[in-house]
């Protein structure tokens, strides 16, 4: 029943005693980090065994299925919970799902052409794009801590995108436009506070699907069907939407159990998960102006969210786009 329950965890149903509340918030705050470690593990493992489809079955098919197995749990949990679903209104989903949707189908096609802790280190950049964001359009001004940061980040893109340019391979600019894409998801995600959070993930699952679809139009599609029955390659497209499920169910749990601004710096040991994916199955072999880059838009990404001073400043509920 934990599905079913997603909103009821937002926040204690009985307060402690003044006695037992000190330890009763440090227990709930540690079940929070384990909360985002098992979601931070569940995405990179997703964003494996999607790069470990790129030579068998198209991005698109990876992404629709991504989107469906989430699309179909979530939209169950919500009926289950008696939850009315919606689709048309109100206008904030809309501005929610569609730059969602977008930052889904960019995260694919990366992970399809580039190695997954890069894939996964662009797109956690995100919550320096949010600061910047929050100026136009929630009047809210960056310190002079996000110029920096920013500024490191942009250094450390150069870096890693230098060797992928330099062979023709533009995927690190989409993993970029995915991280834009998300942020926009997540200023958007603010409004929504309020509404159930099996609303939100069904409607962005579903807008979702549908540039999943959309996308089968672009590019050539090689997969044949007797590939799709293969017994390992339909075991590892269930495990992709499986695992993407699981982390966004977690990912929830750690927002609603945790402060904010510290569940999100957990979030980003899904960097370390990817590399260790990258190194054991694949060997992949990063050179030293790569893994400076990589350092250069994690850590000032993981400084600025551990010292965010609102809680705003991070995402908050369902914030796993991929």
């Not at 807008?207 to 075991?235: E, H, N, Y």
Request: aromatic residues 12%; charged residues 10%; proline residues 5%.
């Amino acid at each position: 029943m934990v599905l079913v329950d997603l909103d009821a965890a937002r926040g204690p149903s009985t307060a402690p005693q003044p006695t037992t509340r000190r330890a009763a918030d440090n227990l709930e705050i540690e079940v929070a980090y384990l909360w985002m470690l098992v979601s931070a593990f569940s995405f990179a493992t997703m964003g494996a065994l999607a790069h470990a489809l790129r030579d068998n079955v198209d991005w698109q098919i990876v992404a629709l299925v991504r989107a469906f197995v989430t699309l179909v749990v979530f939209g169950v949990a919500a009926v289950l919970a008696g939850v009315k679903l919606h689709f048309w209104r109100p206008r904030s989903l809309w501005l929610r799902s569609l730059p969602g949707g977008i930052s889904l189908v960019c995260t694919f096609f990366a992970l399809a052409h580039l190695p997954v802790s890069i894939v996964i280190t662009l797109t956690n950049i995100y919550p320096i794009w949010v600061a910047f964001l929050s100026w136009p359009l929630l009047r809210q001004r960056p310190r002079k801590s996000v110029w920096l940061a920013a500024l490191a980040g942009v250094v450390g893109v150069a870096l890693v995108q230098q060797p992928q340019v330099a062979v023709g391979n533009y995927a690190v600019l989409v993993a970029v436009l995915g991280s834009f894409t998300m942020a926009l998801a997540m200023i958007a995600l603010h409004r929504l506070q309020d509404m159930s959070t099996q609303v939100v993930v069904f409607h962005f699952s579903l807008v979702a699907l549908m540039f999943a679809l959309a996308s089968l139009f672009f590019g050539k599609w090689t997969v044949s069907p007797s590939t799709l029955l293969d017994m390992r390659i339909a075991l590892t497209l269930a495990g992709v939407g499986v695992a993407a499920t699981f982390g966004q169910l977690f990912i929830t749990l750690a927002y609603a159990a945790g402060p904010p601004s510290e569940v999100a710096v957990v979030s980003l040991t899904q960097v370390l998960f990817a590399f260790g994916y990258d190194t054991l199955f694949w060997g992949h072999a990063f050179r030293l102006p790569t893994l400076i880059g990589m350092v250069l838009v994690v850590a000032p990404t993981l400084w600025f969210m551990a010292t965010a001073r609102k809680t705003n400043a991070v995402p908050p509920q369902d914030t796993g786009i991929v």
